[in-house]
């Protein structure tokens, strides 16, 4: 079955560091988006994709980026990992046009100490 | 920008009806989502309407929605434990695929 995977699904890290979390899914859909969420904001777009080459920020996108060299793939990179960017993040994936639907991966727990 | 505010709790018997409520602010939000999350799971599609219909049945599940007052409800009939999760409003707008999330409400079925 088609389906859309995160990894590392925990991690936690240190202040200052690099972190990349990964997005692969095998639907060969085109669109992908980074979430993160947070208690009493919901799910907020970082982060997102209509294609190979293509990508857009998101309304919370400071202090991350994304490139999409293939279809399949979508890291989310945090430059320099702060303790406001403790979080869950979730990587979606779509097909075409608005109204499709989209489909969420499990999450990936982040922790910065 | 869009905006979508839902109520944080709510806590029901086994076997009564829930009514999950969401406002939005988009007056063109084109399609009105709610998503099911488990703990620590990702979100699961449970419905959808497009913005032209006022209604949507899907087995347990009916959808209600007041465009004038930017208004969409959920309905669980009969309500399970297994329905305790945090339910997601979403919505999006034509030639925009993100969609933009309520804060989620969560739902606790009491035995």
């Known amino acids: 079955d088609a389906e859309i995977t995160q990894s590392p699904r925990h991690k936690i890290t240190e202040t200052g560091r690099q972190v990349t979390l990964a997005c692969h899914q095998t639907?060969?859909?085109?669109?992908m988006f980074w979430y993160r969420q947070d208690l009493g904001h919901g799910l907020r777009l970082i982060h997102y994709s209509y294609g190979v080459q293509d990508t857009n920020k998101g309304e919370v996108s400071d202090g991350y980026s994304v490139s999409r060299s293939n279809t399949e793939d979508l890291p989310l990179t945090l430059e320099s990992a702060a303790s406001s960017q403790t979080s869950v993040y979730f990587c979606?994936?779509?097909?075409?046009?608005?109204?499709?639907?989209?489909?969420f991966g499990e999450g990936s727990w982040l922790t910065v100490v | 920008g869009e905006d979508v505010e839902q109520s944080l709790f709510l806590s029901v018997r086994e076997g009564d009806s829930s009514v999950i409520n969401c406002t939005y602010t988009d007056s063109s939000s084109t399609y009105l989502y709610w998503y099911k999350q488990e703990p620590g799971a990702g979100l699961q599609l449970l419905t959808y309407i497009f913005s032209n219909m006022d209604m949507k049945q899907d087995q347990r599940l009916t959808v209600l929605l007041n465009k004038k007052d930017k208004h969409l409800s959920l309905r669980i009939a009969d309500t399970q434990t297994g329905d305790s999760a945090i339910y997601f409003c979403a919505e999006s707008t034509m030639g925009r695929r993100a969609l933009t999330f309520g804060s989620g409400t969560r739902l606790q079925v009491q035995p």
């Open positions: 639907w060969n859909h085109n669109n």
């Open positions: 979606a994936s779509s097909e075409g046009a608005s109204g499709n639907t989209i489909y």
